[in-house]
């Protein structure tokens, strides 16, 4: 099936150069199983995984996860440990196949609210993979899209305060160039699991021409096929950027 999905998605070229994905759905999944959280979580890496292997496969060059965000930081404290956890252990044992795959990992957020063991495992797995040519991985981690916003805009007022921005000069391509994925084009897709319609704090700038697609499956249910129909979905879609087709 998946095979099927893939070879259509290859009959064009308009595969998107940048996927974003919500992966939302991990408490719920457990829940519905009568499982801990924590299980919920650890089965969400393997869609991690998958869908990894599945943008390779369809040719996407660029995938963002939301991985954490910094309203996490206000769960139970249990379960924000396990989420550390988890993510150091992802960073560790991940490294050698990504970087097998020609995956390069860059990790987005403030990453200096984590302990130091986070902290090295983090330059671990992007250390690891640097140079990787096949997919660009941006794991967002302790990140909020207004919070990406409020550090821009305080980086360029204090270019303007010390003489080396004029204000006139301050305009959108400033700003984008300001904020942490400054260095690549904005998200085409935007895939959001579980079912829920919000985009909760998440790239807000990055976004705004991105094509949506929300599917219900939960994260942990997720797989590269759901990825396949969520590009076909995308190649459906007549991209206008706010114009009007005349012809």
Known sequence: MASESLDKIRLTSAVPNHVAIIMDGNGRWAKQKGLPRQIGHREGMKSVRETIEGAIAAGIEILTLFAFSTENWNRP???VASLISLLRHYARKECDSLK???VEVHVLGEIERFDDSTQEAVDLIVEG?????TLRLNLMISYGGREEILRAVKVLAERVDQGGLAVDDIDEEALRQTLLTGNMPDPDLLIRT?????ISNFMLWQIAYAELHIT????????REHLFEAVLDYQRRDRRFGLIRTS
């Open 129 to 133: 993979t640097k140079g990787g040519r």
């Open 216 to 223: 219900p499956v939960l994260w942990p249910d997720f797989t």
């Open 100 to 102: 097998r795959q020609g």
């Open 77 to 79: 404290r249990k379960e």
């Open 194 to 198: 579980s079912g829920e319609y919000r």
